[in-house]
């Protein structure tokens, strides 16, 4: 079974303070995926108020999550029925993964 049409959990704490936490849930690993790119973009549309348009590498992004206080994925399996957590390393290995992917169209 293929996690990446699993409904997926996103945990962020970007600092240190427990009340900083917060989670997103999304229907497939994919969208959860893009939703860490978007949070990233909208963390440099604040840092760049004034800027028309936003690029940044891949290397940018991973220091970023590496950067979080804490970053994780609980992914639902269906066949167990349980949600499997995974890390920061495993996320930014399906991101890359991913923007490979849609590279390549």
Request: some cysteine.
């Amino acid at each position: 079974m293929s996690s990446s049409n699993s409904h997926t959990v996103l945990l962020v704490q970007p600092s240190h303070k427990p009340t900083s936490r917060t989670y997103c849930d999304f229907e497939t690993l994919t969208e959860a995926l893009e939703g860490v790119c978007k949070i990233y973009e909208e963390h440099l549309k604040e840092l760049n108020p004034s800027s028309l348009s936003i690029t940044y590498d891949i290397s940018q992004l991973f220091d970023f999550i590496d950067d979080l206080s804490d970053m994780a994925c609980l992914i639902f399996n269906r066949d167990q029925r349980t949600y499997e957590p995974k890390d920061k390393e495993w996320i930014k290995e399906k991101i890359y993964a991913l923007l490979r992917k849609q590279a390549g169209k």
